[in-house]
């Protein structure tokens, strides 16, 4: 078993920065990937971003040149820096931690983020 811990979300103004923590424990060398999610109310759970245990990054398209994804000191660490905030950004965000087994993948309890003026 992995869990995760997410931590830094909050209210901000648009333009506004944040900084997205998510902590792994348990199992955690049997972890190749992580990421985050978002979810709007009302809407479905989408990718944001993610990275290998290697380092190999992806982040969704639409959020490049505003959201980095890094690992922190220890490895089980995942941040996930976002710049330039909007309104549409308002959403739930879930870290994940995949397994190693195919199909195996853990989630936090989310960590809400509000842009509003």
């Known amino acids: 078993q992995v869990q995760l811990v997410e931590s830094g979300g909050g209210s901000v103004q648009p333009e506004d920065s944040l900084r997205l923590t998510c902590v792994a424990s348990?199992?955690?060398?049997?972890?190749?990937?992580m990421g985050w999610y978002r979810q709007a109310p009302g809407g479905q759970r989408d990718f944001v971003a993610q990275?290998?245990?290697?380092?190999?990054?992806q982040i969704d398209d639409s959020l490049k040149g505003r959201f980095t994804i890094s690992r922190g000191n220890a490895q089980n660490t995942v941040n996930l820096q976002m710049t330039a905030l909007r309104p549409e950004d308002t959403a739930m965000y879930f870290c994940?931690?995949?397994?190693?087994?195919?199909?195996?993948?853990?989630w936090g309890q989310g960590t809400q983020v509000t842009v509003s003026s």
């Open positions: 994940r931690a995949d397994h190693v087994v195919p199909g195996r993948h853990f």
């Open positions: 348990g199992s955690i060398s049997s972890v190749y990937l």
């Open positions: 990275i290998s245990r290697d380092g190999y990054v």
